[in-house]
């Protein structure tokens, strides 16, 4: 059973044309988390959320923005796509709050972006 | 940055075991440390956590250093299936501090 669901798997855009990628999971975690992943590169990540607090990493470009309307789901929209853009895009959830176990985070399938 | 060392890429004969290593040597006594492991264009899959003592589950076994600075996650018997690029990433469990920053991990090459 899907548990992080990422719509589109693959998305063409054009240069600088505004482009939203979703995610939804059912999981009800507390944390979504938005990384990019070029190609033969680790993922790298964008930003999290933990319930609605928005956490932006410091080398984020602010072309890149996102909106968690509820616990299910969350977008990544990219308000200005150049050809540096190109990458997949992966979600992924956890749960949140202090443990003597820690949480483990599950991914998304991932979107692939192509910006032409 | 990424608080992990790997190396780039190690092989592994099918139905040995592989082991691969992590070094971590500044991580703190509030942080796990956790493996992923990520096949071809999928999402990354976790694999195994532990904080001080080693552990095991149906995928693999990690195998951490009393003084935590390093660490070894062991597929006993690898498969083509488990060819993959592996991360060992580091992460506080307190409240507050939800960020997995991935390394450059380890890209396993199961051969026939």
């Known amino acids: 059973d899907a548990m992080v669901i990422q719509n589109p798997r693959y998305q063409v855009t054009q240069f600088g044309k505004p482009v939203t990628l979703s995610c939804s999971q059912t999981?009800?975690?507390?944390?979504m988390y938005w990384y990019q992943q070029k190609s033969s590169q680790a993922p790298k990540l964008l930003f999290h959320?933990?319930?609605?607090?928005?956490?932006n990493e410091a080398d984020t470009p602010d072309n890149f923005q996102s909106r968690r309307p509820n616990t299910s789901f969350c977008f990544l929209d990219i308000r200005s796509p150049g050809l540096g853009d190109a990458a997949m895009y992966l979600c992924?959830?956890?749960?949140?709050?202090?443990?003597?176990?820690?949480?483990?985070?599950?991914f998304g399938p991932g979107t692939r972006l192509t910006v032409t | 940055d990424a608080k992990t060392t790997q190396p780039p890429s190690m092989d592994c004969a099918e139905g040995r075991a592989a082991n691969l290593p992590c070094n971590h040597s500044t991580i703190s006594g509030n942080e796990y440390v956790y493996w992923y492991r990520q096949i071809h264009s999928q999402g990354p899959q976790y694999i195994i956590h532990?904080?001080?003592n080693n552990e095991t589950n149906e995928m693999a076994s990690l195998i951490i250093t009393e003084d935590r600075k390093s660490s070894t996650l062991i597929l006993p018997h690898a498969t083509l299936r488990d060819t993959a690029v592996y991360y060992c990433?580091?992460?506080?469990?307190?409240?507050?501090?939800?960020?997995?920053?991935f390394g450059t991990g380890t890209r396993l090459k199961v051969l026939a």
């Open positions: 999981l009800n975690h507390n944390v």
């Open positions: 992924a959830t956890s749960r949140g709050g202090s443990s003597g176990r820690g949480y483990e985070q599950y």
């Open positions: 532990g904080l001080k």
């Open positions: 990433i580091v992460r506080p469990f307190t409240s507050g501090t939800y960020k997995y920053i």
């Open positions: 959320y933990y319930d609605k607090d928005f956490n």
